[in-house]
């Protein structure tokens, strides 16, 4: 199939449409590229597009950020790479949050770039001592910057009443990068809570007590093109005294929580039609310990609140609530707001500097700077078009995707409750994301080219890709063994001779007399993939027989199983089943182990082959662990090895390695006690593995790429 042509408009427009994220990604390809999508011109074309998605951005109790980019009842969240000392969500407006952290200093943050700016002290700012400040963000259309406003009064006795002390209103200009005072606030905005302006129509909107009698509450809003305050209508069915409540906006609306229905419902006032006192509604509620905060709609009828135990998803159709989960964070959260992913950077720095480079992008072009994405990314761009999808679809490109190294080392694990997740960052602290395919999984058999093989709770085996979440079920050999009388052992490769992806079964039957003795007959089923049918080849000359079959591993187009001569002497072996020729044979052991290694665990480690020898004599070795790495492949002369002192795990013991973290120092273990830990080579350490806030359990795991090869070949 011929590729299409692409033209310059057509390219602005897709890129348009992508995730900030991602167009963050591909800045980091080429120069043209980094010039085409850093412009200003590209940022706020970008911005302006109206179907930016809502995220999260949550404060934890251990005062770290992280985002949520899928709103839903079961989150993962990912911790964002700043300082961990936040205290406060003041208020975000086009992808840029403002933050104050616990010394007082506010900083303008984009947690998608990572970019962050510290605001300076305005040289008018009170005092600290008896002083209280407030603050707000957001952006005026009149003169094209971002403005934060600061409220500060003295209230040296902090009664927190109402006494119609002076109100100072400070404005930054941030891209001018000055501070002004203007005229002072007519109100008076003493309270306990000192809330955030919230942001809405071209105004930062607080609560605040008018002067006159009974100092009445009242809704002042900002305007920050004219820099002056007006009011905005309340509901009219709310008691005149709401300035203890706390105002905020939601799915585009202002809306206020009503704390004083007491001992009854809680209320959230919802106004539909900004500055149109009529449309005020109001929404029942539960009763939560702790202050209430809406944070975001999910879909029409329910949205996000944050108490101080728990986030909580309320239904206003039937009036039900129920916790929402996050993945990530063990803490309870402090406080949050709602963002937009975008490019715009906060320091607001000159980007003609630049290399100016006119983008036009040929079909090689394209090719090749998408080749250098990672396979979740390619997937996101073959949505955009149909254009796309051709090109990102071709058999072709997805073999120079894959051929492309190195392609970052993922894991994916089995969970107790027998779901997949993966991990795309391999590191101490470390986020999953639940694999969306069946929940029945109990082992990994394999892995090759991004795709696993796994098998599940029938018995049955599947063909996943974890990227793009397509699966294939594996059918039966039409002459497999009964299941419940016999062992089979399975092994999943790529023959590149007849470029297929192969499946192996070695199976033999207990029932056989020979069973003990290991004089058994061991078949060999080979399933090839792409052209759907399953064959017998010759017999294993090795006896197979293990009580806990494992499975191949798969390395320099063989799959290789531990096993054992058919002798008096049943000398140990590695077994290497060669998938082109689909004929076993026999790999060099290393020459300083025990030649009965049949129970010793076979793994890949960093592109090489290793043997795990956990049965030194705790008497005479300690409990200790021999690692044997065959650095060349077939060469018996490079066979090194390393040991590890167990003994801080004689418990919860090492089972299986899993991948290296950072190079070669970190190795990633499993364990009997169906948990993760990592091992250092260098200070031989042993420390928890931390996946998602606490330390990870797992069934079974494998390490994987990622890649767009699809298992319905």
Not at 218 to 238: C, K, N, Q, T, Y
Request: charge should be negative; include cysteine; aromatic fraction near 12%.
């Amino acid at each position: 199939m011929a590729i299409p042509e692409l033209y310059q408009e057509i390219l602005i427009d897709i890129f348009l449409r992508l995730p900030a994220k991602s167009i963050g990604k591909c800045r980091c390809l080429s120069k043209p590229w980094r010039a085409f999508l850093s412009s200003p011109e590209f940022i706020k074309s970008h911005l302006a597009r109206k179907s930016h998605k809502q995220n999260l951005l949550l404060i934890s109790a251990a005062n770290s950020i992280h985002s949520i980019d899928t709103i839903k009842e079961r989150t993962n969240s990912e911790k964002i790479k700043l300082r961990s000392d936040w205290l406060e969500f003041v208020g975000s407006c086009d992808g840029l949050i403002l933050l104050v952290n616990k010394k007082g200093e506010t900083f303008l943050v984009n947690p998608i770039t990572l970019q962050q700016r510290k605001v300076p002290n305005s040289p008018l700012a009170l005092k600290k001592r008896f002083s209280f400040t407030v603050h707000g963000f957001g952006y005026d259309s009149s003169t094209d910057d971002y403005k934060i406003v600061t409220l500060s009064y003295y209230d040296p006795e902090c009664e927190y009443e109402p006494d119609c002390v002076d109100t100072f209103v400070d404005v930054y200009y941030v891209k001018k990068g000055f501070w002004r005072r203007v005229e002072n606030s007519p109100y008076d905005h003493s309270a306990p809570d000192r809330a955030s302006g919230v942001l809405l129509n071209g105004a930062l909107h607080w609560l605040a007590s008018s002067p006159g009698t009974g100092y009445p509450s009242v809704i002042a809003a900002f305007d920050l093109a004219r820099e002056v305050f007006d009011e905005i209508p309340a509901p009219s069915g709310m008691n005149v005294d709401f300035v203890f409540n706390s105002l905020h906006v939601r799915g585009g609306c202002l809306c206020m929580v009503d704390y004083q229905c007491y001992n009854v419902r809680k209320g959230i006032w919802i106004m539909k039609q900004y500055g149109l006192a009529e449309s005020w509604t109001k929404y029942g509620i539960g009763w939560y310990y702790g202050i209430l905060k809406p944070l975001c709609f999910v879909g029409d009828e329910e949205f996000v609140l944050i108490t101080e135990e728990a986030l909580v998803v309320h239904n206003v159709k039937d009036g039900k609530s129920r916790d929402m989960v996050v993945d990530g964070v063990q803490d309870a959260f402090i406080d949050g707001g709602i963002f937009v992913g975008s490019l715009l950077s906060p320091t607001f720095s000159d980007i003609s500097e630049l290399e100016t480079v006119t983008c036009e992008f040929t079909q090689q072009i394209l090719i090749e700077i998408f080749s250098r994405l990672p396979a979740k990314s390619v997937g996101k761009c073959r949505c955009l078009s149909k254009q796309w999808h051709t090109i990102l679809s071709t058999p072709e490109f997805i073999k120079s995707h894959l051929a492309r190294k190195p392609h970052q080392e993922n894991l994916l694990l089995i969970t107790p409750s027998h779901s997949i997740n993966s991990i795309a960052t391999i590191k101490n602290d470390a986020f999953s994301e639940k694999i969306e395919v069946q929940d029945n999984w109990i082992e990994v058999l394999g892995s090759c080219d991004g795709l696993v093989l796994l098998l599940n709770e029938e018995n049955e085996k599947f063909l996943v890709n974890p990227v793009t979440l397509q699966q294939a079920k594996v059918p039966d050999p039409p002459v497999a063994l009964e299941k419940w009388e016999s062992f089979t052992m399975h092994g999943f490769g790529y023959d590149s001779a007849i470029d297929d992806y192969k499946i192996v079964s070695v199976s033999y039957s207990f029932n056989d007399e020979d069973y003990d003795t290991g004089f058994v007959d061991t078949f060999v089923d080979v399933y090839y993939v792409k052209r759907g049918f399953w064959k017998r080849v010759e017999n294993s000359p090795y006896a197979h027989t293990f009580h806990e079959p494992p499975s191949g591993v798969f390395l320099n187009g063989a799959a290789h199983w531990l096993a054992s001569i058919k002798d008096s002497r049943h000398r140990s072996v590695i077994a290497a089943f060669d998938l082109v020729r689909e004929v076993f044979d026999e790999i060099p052991a290393p020459s300083g182990i025990n030649a009965n290694f049949v129970f010793c665990t076979l793994v890949v480690l960093g592109g090489c082959l290793c043997l795990v020898d956990a049965r030194c004599n705790k008497k005479t070795d300690g409990n200790r662990t021999d690692v044997w790495v065959m650095r060349e492949y077939g060469s018996a002369e490079s066979w090194t090895k390393f040991s590890m002192d167990c003994n801080y795990y004689e418990r919860n013991i090492i089972a299986r390695p899993l991948c290296y973290i950072g190079g070669d120092e970190e190795i990633v273990w499993t364990t009997k006690e169906e948990s993760l830990v990592i091992y250092n080579l260098k200070d031989e350490t042993f420390r928890d593995m931390i996946v998602d806030g606490f330390p990870a359990h797992v069934l079974n795991g494998c390490s994987f790429v990622g890649s767009l090869v699809s298992p319905c070949l």
